[in-house]
């Protein structure tokens, strides 16, 4: 069965540090992938990112990237100099392999203190 | 392009009363599903549809029925609301094409209160 764990329930930061959530996953499916979704106060669900099984690159999107490592079963998130307007919680996912039904970790709520 | 449409956006309700979340999406996906969350149990998948007239059950199906008449709506009842079934419900649509493309989008949420 798959299981997604975000072990750090709640991470205060002052603006402008950097910052890492973590994300460590189970699966037995050789085909999967998983995602970050960001939902701030306002309650909705907003996509950061999917990465597929078979692709372990890391990628950088201006001040967020990603560690995706299988050997680890982990898929970290960093924020760079972070900024008061990334204070939200995020979910890292898991799909099964149809990409289809997704499963979330608990999420990590982040605070950015100006 | 409206996406994914949720309705209401709120609602109370009484134990033991019914009613229906609906969802609908314009974006011609195969493939819907509910989720709820709730406070430090992140989201939880409770029925799915991988096409019209198909549907199954996900991780907290108990106390909710789906039916999917079109390709456009995935409708969530609940027959007899309990207070346990206070919580944020998504809906969400997705599809997966060979190749690679692919699309999976949430809905603005409902959130429902049970007293």
């Known amino acids: 069965a798959q299981k997604v764990t975000q072990a750090q329930t709640e991470i205060s930061v002052v603006e402008k540090e950097d910052v890492t959530l973590d994300c460590v996953y189970e699966?037995?499916?050789?085909?999967?992938?998983l995602f970050w979704y960001k939902q701030p106060p306002s309650g909705e669900l907003v996509f950061l990112i999917r990465?597929?099984?078979?692709?372990?690159q890391n990628e950088i999107s201006g001040r967020y990237s990603w560690n995706f490592q299988k050997s680890t079963s982990s898929f970290n998130f960093t924020i760079t100099a972070s900024q008061v307007v990334d204070s939200a919680v995020y979910f890292c996912a898991l799909s099964d392999p149809g990409a289809n039904n997704l499963f979330f970790g608990t999420g990590t709520r982040l605070t950015v203190i100006p | 392009n409206a996406g994914v449409t949720q309705t209401p956006k709120f609602q109370v309700l009484k134990t033991g009363q019914s009613m229906t979340l609906q969802c609908a999406q314009d974006?011609?996906?195969?493939?819907m599903s509910w989720y709820r969350q709730d406070p430090g149990m992140g989201l939880r998948l409770i029925h799915y549809s991988v096409g019209a007239g198909i549907t199954d059950q996900g991780e907290v199906p108990n106390g909710y029925n789906v039916s999917r008449s079109t390709t456009e709506d995935f409708p969530l009842r609940l027959l007899s609301a309990a207070p346990s079934q206070t919580s944020v419900y998504f809906c969400a649509s997705s599809y997966h094409r060979q190749g690679g493309s692919y699309g999976y989008t949430f809905g603005s949420g409902t959130r429902l209160t049970v007293v």
């Open positions: 990465r597929n099984s078979f692709d372990e």
């Open positions: 699966t037995r499916d050789t085909t999967y992938y």
């Open positions: 974006m011609n996906h195969e493939y």
